[in-house]
């Protein structure tokens, strides 16, 4: 299977793994398993997150991150008829997640499904139906069993803090778009375990030592927000926003020069820019306007890094996600100019 290959097919086994923040550890052994099986030494830090290590050829260390949580919601209370009232994990809109499909994940492992409604659901009942206003007060989960009251939904070992994942819905079209819910970062994840699989079937040594981390609490703020101490310069790699008045596309890797954390490393960014340009890879320079990544976490963290933002470019980020196999390569690109020939 060549590379393309690889990180199309383990994004679609990635996203198929439930894994709102927090809630990690059947995805990070996937991961696990990926980069032993490609022999790489793995260990976990306290907070559950992975660190990958690559060993280079001279004694300093290159950080690469990139978050396997994604978002997701917990079971705030149960309502008298037997409806599931919830909060959200990571920030999104009522609207993206309308009418999705998603699953309840109880903590003595049992999982059962439903669905996310609002509570006037229908047109042909609820005069409000178009006109309820989306907020998390307002949005309930229909749950596939039969459940008239509280009560019985806590028979069936349904309890407030329980995890609730979405189903992603993953596809890949004939023309190469990866349409999906969790490529924010999932999409990276792939990413990086590709370039894994090229360094060890191709007998690549990077000249720095790498840790990559994939951490687990991203999209609540604090993902990295501890990372390995021998770590001197850290890129996150994570979506490229696309929209308003924004460069970047599906197709390219964006690099981000500022995000609402602030300026990321202007030498390391600079640097990037000009391995983009030298090696012909599409990319795009920008200002994400609502955006914090695993560099803004390890910085507010106490680390004393260099960081850098890159990452493919997603449409409708947090919400019915799309990017372009062309965009993951580009990504791909970009790192392997980084990691090999500076
Ligand atoms: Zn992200």
Redesign the pocket.
């Known amino acids: 299977m060549n590379t393309m290959e690889y990180i199309i097919e383990t994004l679609k086994v990635l996203v198929n793994i439930p894994s709102p923040s927090g809630y990690t550890k059947e995805v990070m052994e996937y991961v696990r398993g990926q980069a032993e099986g490609f022999g790489y030494v793995c260990e976990y830090s306290q907070k559950g997150g992975l660190v990958i290590r690559v060993k280079g050829l001279k004694n300093e260390t290159l950080g690469l991150s990139a978050?396997v949580d994604t978002l997701g919601a917990m079971v705030r209370s149960i309502s008298r008829e037997g409806m599931l009232k919830f909060t959200m994990v990571g920030g999104y809109t009522m609207q993206s997640i309308e009418g999705s499909y998603c699953r309840i994940h109880t903590r003595d492992r049992r999982v059962y499904t439903g669905t996310i409604l609002s509570k006037s659901p229908s047109v042909h009942s609820y005069d409000d139906a178009r006109t309820l206003e989306r907020t998390e007060r307002n949005m309930e989960i229909r749950i596939d069993e039969r459940v008239k009251c509280k009560e019985d939904v806590i028979k069936l070992g349904i309890n407030s803090g329980d995890y609730i994942s979405f189903e992603a819905n993953f596809e890949y079209t004939e023309k190469g778009f990866i349409k999906s819910r969790h490529l924010?970062?999932k999409a990276s994840v792939a990413v990086l375990l590709g370039l894994l699989k090229e360094m060890s079937e191709g007998g690549l040594v990077p000249e720095r030592n790498l840790k990559l981390l994939i951490s687990n609490y991203?999209?609540v703020g604090f993902g990295a927000s501890w990372i390995p101490e021998d770590i001197t310069e850290f890129i996150a790699v994570?979506?490229g926003v696309i929209g308003d008045d924004l460069n970047g596309t599906e197709y390219a890797v964006s690099i981000c020069a500022k995000d609402s954390s602030g300026p990321y490393d202007y030498d390391l960014t600079t640097a990037l820019i000009n391995l983009a340009k030298e090696n012909h890879i599409d990319y795009a320079v920008d200002v994400f306007p609502h955006y914090g990544s695993d560099v803004s976490a390890a910085i507010r963290g106490g680390s004393n890094i260099r960081g850098a933002l890159i990452g493919q470019g997603i449409h409708a980020s947090h919400g019915m996600e799309r990017t372009h196999r062309d965009s993951l390569e580009n990504t791909l690109k970009l790192l392997k100019a980084y990691l090999f020939k500076l």
Request: net charge negative.
């Open positions: 978050h924010d970062d991203e999209e994570d979506m």
